[in-house]
């Protein structure tokens, strides 16, 4: 439904741990994250809900790490 091109970008929505409807999605030459919602839940906060376009949590409890489908 929501596209979003910026892959390098360090946001919940480019988290392993972000929990929100997404995929990979190639079109023509470019890659997007296809995503269905505007918020997720932060799953190494118990499900904390956050925007998709937040930055990781400065804590030293945020473990952020690339989401495996990225390349």
């Avoid at 904390?48 to 949590?57: A, D, E, L, R």
């Avoid at 473990?63 to 990225?70: A, I, T």
Wanted: hydrophobic fraction near 35%; charged fraction near 25%.
């Amino acid at each position: 439904m929501f596209k979003f091109a910026e892959l390098q970008r360090e946001i919940c929505l480019t988290c392993q741990y972000y929990k929100i409807p997404r995929r990979i999605e190639v079109i023509g030459s470019k890659m997007f994250i296809d995503f269905d919602a505007s918020t997720g839940g932060c799953t190494l906060m118990k499900d904390f809900p956050k925007p998709y376009t937040s930055k990781p949590f400065s804590g030293s409890w945020c473990h952020y790490k690339r989401w495996v489908e990225l390349p």
